[in-house]
């Protein structure tokens, strides 16, 4: 069966000359004169596939909100406007109404206002929003842009959602409190707006981590025609982590679970100084992870090996080359 991103590519892929950027990124670019480009991106979330029907309504829409603004803050946008689709089989106005509070409490917190969307019953619950922002013309971040050389950064820490799923389905055991955490994570991820904005200008590459850190590096390195080394000992994860992250769920977890929200970007050796000022001033880590350099795909590098990773489609699987 053909991949996610073949049947992208195939059958959904056309440029247009009045789109700046198009399929690809996380969100496209459309130019809207007055210095200004829109930033537009949308998002589906399935019940049971991306949540359990039985999840707490609030959490369900406050993540609907977040994985779209997420795609805006991997753009460096300011979020403006959403629209909402979504198919119910049921009308329980309890959890229509802790929906709307979740996805409510993001939006306000964002000033985005709802502008419209569609509301229809079928057989499956789907939910999808649309999210417009802006950014100053020319000036957004893009996965194509990773240069020679560039260091390579992620936000927050990693695999941590990931982990919350697996505590979800009850594979791994941690502390109360830790799993807490980890749940938090994967049902209300934090988009990170702010920062988007503030690497605006310093950046040269960026993409939110939604579908793993190493797949998600993947589309970097694809879409700059360059290679993203990672290693492995430097990618920061929770605490409780630590100590286990050489264990195959937990590494897996980390390379290559989805659910972060996290960023991970690329900028020049030079603007480390910025960086550090940037992560003082939001209060949010930001750590090197690795470079990059010539060459395709990604390759982590642990323990003295280099594992590397098909750059087609992202994630594909791990090859040994030592
Ligand atoms: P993200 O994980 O950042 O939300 P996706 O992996 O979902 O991005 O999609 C990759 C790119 O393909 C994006 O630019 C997205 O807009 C585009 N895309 C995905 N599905 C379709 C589709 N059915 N038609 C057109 N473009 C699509
Ligand atoms: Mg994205």
Request: net charge negative; proline share 2%.
């Amino acid at each position: 069966m053909a991949s996610e991103f073949d049947i992208i590519r195939r059958y959904f892929e056309h440029h247009s000359d009045s789109v700046k950027l198009g399929v690809g990124d996380d969100c496209a670019l459309i130019d809207i004169g007055d210095g200004k480009d829109l930033v537009i991106t949308t998002d589906t979330l399935v019940g049971g596939t991306h949540f359990l029907l039985s999840e707490d309504p609030f959490a369900i829409g406050f993540k609907s909100a977040a994985v779209n603004l997420s795609d805006l803050a991997a753009m460096g946008a300011t979020p403006k406007y959403a629209l909402l689709a979504i198919t119910l089989p049921f009308s329980d106005e309890v959890w229509i109404e802790g929906f709307s509070k979740g996805l409510y409490s993001l939006l306000n917190q964002y000033d985005v206002t709802l502008v419209g969307g569609d509301t229809t019953r079928g057989d499956i619950l789907s939910i999808t929003l649309t999210a417009i922002g802006f950014v100053a013309s020319g000036t957004a971040l893009r996965r194509d842009h990773a240069i020679l050389d560039d260091d390579v950064w992620v936000s927050g820490s990693i695999g941590v959602g990931a982990v919350g799923l697996l505590v979800q389905e009850g594979v791994v055991k941690f502390s109360n409190e830790d799993e807490r955490d980890f749940l938090r994570q994967l049902r209300k991820p934090a988009p990170r707006i702010e920062l988007g904005q503030n690497l605006v200008g310093i950046a040269n590459a960026a993409i939110d981590i939604s579908d793993g850190l190493v797949a998600d590096a993947g589309h970097v390195a694809d879409k700059s025609g360059v290679q993203i080394v990672i290693d492995f000992e430097t990618i920061p994860t929770h605490p409780a982590l630590n100590s286990s992250r050489r264990e195959l769920k937990i590494k897996n977890s980390i390379l290559e679970g989805g659910d972060d929200y996290e960023l991970l970007f690329t900028s020049t050796i030079d603007s480390r100084d910025q960086i550090e000022n940037i992560s003082c001033d939001l209060g949010l880590v930001l750590t090197r992870i690795g470079k990059v350099r010539s060459g395709l795909g990604v390759v982590v590098r642990d323990d003295g090996e280099e594992l590397i990773v098909s750059s087609e489609g992202g994630f594909d699987h791990f090859a040994k080359t030592k």
